[in-house]
C-alpha cells in the first residue's frame, strides 16, 4: 500500500521560510498521480494551496501566489512545498495527497 509521509513543518518568524516535503513510498507513485498541498486550521475549512499534474503544471491558491513554491523531484518520488514570506495566517497543519492517499500532516506555526 501506498504511503505518504511529510516532514519540515515546525515553528518560524513572520517572514521566514519553511520547505516541506513528501515522499511516496511507490518509487513510481508521481508519475501517474498529480499531487496537492492542503492546509487545515481548527475552525476553517480546508483549503487546497498547490498542485503540481503529472503534465507538469502547477497552480496555487491566491493566498499563497508569489510566496510558495511546489516543485517534484521524481526520482525520489517526493514533492516539495518551499514556503517563503511566511504569514500569521498560514499557520496551518499542512497535509499532502494524491492518488487518494493523504500524509499524516505537519504542523507549520508562523509567530514571532
Known amino acids: 500500500q501506498v504511503q505518504l509521509v511529510e516532514s519540515g513543518g515546525g515553528l518560524v518568524q513572520p517572514g521566514g521560510s519553511l520547505r516541506l516535503s513528501c515522499t511516496a513510498s511507490?518509487?513510481?507513485?508521481?508519475?501517474?498521480?498529480?499531487a496537492y498541498w492542503y492546509r487545515q486550521t481548527p475552525g476553517k475549512q480546508r483549503e487546497r494551496v498547490a498542485v503540481?499534474?503529472?503534465?507538469?503544471?502547477?497552480n496555487y491558491a491566491d493566498s499563497v501566489k508569489g510566496r510558495f513554491t511546489i516543485t517534484k523531484d521524481g526520482a525520489k518520488s517526493t514533492v516539495y512545498l518551499q514556503m517563503n514570506n511566511l504569514k500569521p495566517d498560514d499557520t496551518a497543519v499542512y497535509y499532502c495527497?494524491?492518488?487518494?492517499?493523504w500524509g499524516q500532516g505537519t504542523q507549520v506555526t508562523v509567530s514571532s
Open positions: 495527497n494524491g492518488g487518494q492517499m
Open positions: 511507490d518509487p513510481l507513485f508521481c508519475m501517474f498521480h498529480d
Open positions: 503540481f499534474s503529472i503534465r507538469g503544471n502547477t
